[in-house]
């Protein structure tokens, strides 16, 4: 090959290159217009309705629910975090290849595509008939977990395997165990991606609605006097059942003749859970700026 065929290979390979950032960026582009146009009408049919009652922790407002969505979501995160990063180090660090682990892993990709209706069924059969409980935001959560978990041990793994050998071998060679490498290293290192596995985790929690339609309940009564765990009407008692936001726009448009203006309800509804999702991943990415800039000394 001389260097004239070569220099065409190359202009033709950056005119490639070249269709195929643009293809790209198009795409990209498309799906982020989506996306904001999406955001926008929600929120301007929100902002056409609004009432300030609509926020009210009364029957006409939102506000038990919007609790019900925080206190759920929180409850998942404490379950299915610990026990997605548990098992993100062990396929990362500890698992070897074998077929023990390719089950697994092909159980993790199985579970990141299960339907929700197919979870929220599991979990009315697990959690509430075989333990012979009533709705509860608990079994809520554990179902909400169970959608969460895939995501968190993927990212995780990535994580942990995208890092350089020499984070590792580093830590050891200067007398660190293995455990204390991944504690003191290795997580800091990846922790600002192992946080995106968890804003995506939330945000399936902010959202869901069919797996909580047979484990949380649709029914919602709060006494914000009382304050006894054992109570069903105390807000902070995990064991009682809990309508969310997603749930209920749903009721709200399904059963909307039930309700005095539902649709401009469901609006409100709506609009506060994007902006509920938005506060929360934002708060979340700053919070893993500061922890990374306070860990590499920025």
Known sequence: MNSEQFQKKIQAAKKTDKVVTTILYVIGGFFLVLLIVLAAYILIKGAMGFKPSYLSFTSEGIGNQFFNTLYLVVLSLIISVPIGIGAGIYLAEYAGDNKLTAVIRISIESLSSLPSIVVGLFGYLVFILMTGMDWNLFAGALAVS??????????????????????????MGLGASHWKAITSVLLPACFPRIITG?????????????ALLY????????????????SPTCPLNPFRSGETLALHIWVLRTEGSLHANSTDIANVAAAVLIILTLVFSLGARQITRNITKKATGE
């Open 146 to 171: 169970i959608l969460s978990l895939p995501s968190i041990t993927t990212t995780t793994e990535d994580a942990l395997r995208s890092l350089p050998k020499s984070y590792k071998q580093g830590s």
């Open 198 to 210: 968890v804003i995506l985790a939330a945000g399936r929690g902010f959202g869901e609605a069919a």
């Open 215 to 230: 484990t949380a309940g649709q029914s919602t009564v709060l006494n914000w006097h009382n304050w006894n765990l054992t």
